[in-house]
Nanobody
């Protein structure tokens, strides 16, 4: 089992920044990739970004490319999502997820079906 705890959400004005953190514990050695997803009210959960745990390859959704950056600190078993130039449409609950499934391409981690473990989510609200 892998436990994931997100933090760093909150209320910010449009154009502002937030950094989300996701601390992993438990059987973290089985983690092959980690990702961030988000879900706005009345919408389906959507992919935001993913990172391969070893190697650090990253993949960002087009909607956040150039504004959000995913990174990880292996020593701290923590993955981050730096969010800049936030827009009201970024308002959502943000979820951290971990995958123990091996895929050759980082781009395959855009699918929520590859993730075994999920955090409880953290609310991000961007006011206009």
């Amino acid at each position: 089992q892998v436990q994931l705890v997100e933090s760093g959400g909150g209320l910010v004005q449009a154009g502002g920044s937030l950094r989300l953190s996701c601390a992993a514990s438990g059987r973290t050695f089985s983690t092959y990739a980690m990702g961030w997803f988000r879900q706005a009210p009345g919408k389906e959960r959507e992919f935001v970004a993913a990172i391969r745990w070893n190697g650090g390859n990253t993949y960002h959704a087009d909607s956040v490319k150039g504004r959000f950056t995913i990174s990880r600190d292996i020593a701290k078993n923590t993955v981050y999502l730096q969010m800049n130039s936030l827009k009201p449409e970024d308002t959502a609950v943000y979820y951290c997820a971990a995958s123990s499934i091996i895929r050759s391409s980082i781009y395959q981690y855009g699918s929520s079906r590859l993730y075994d473990y999920w955090g409880q989510g953290t609310q991000v609200t961007v006011s206009s």
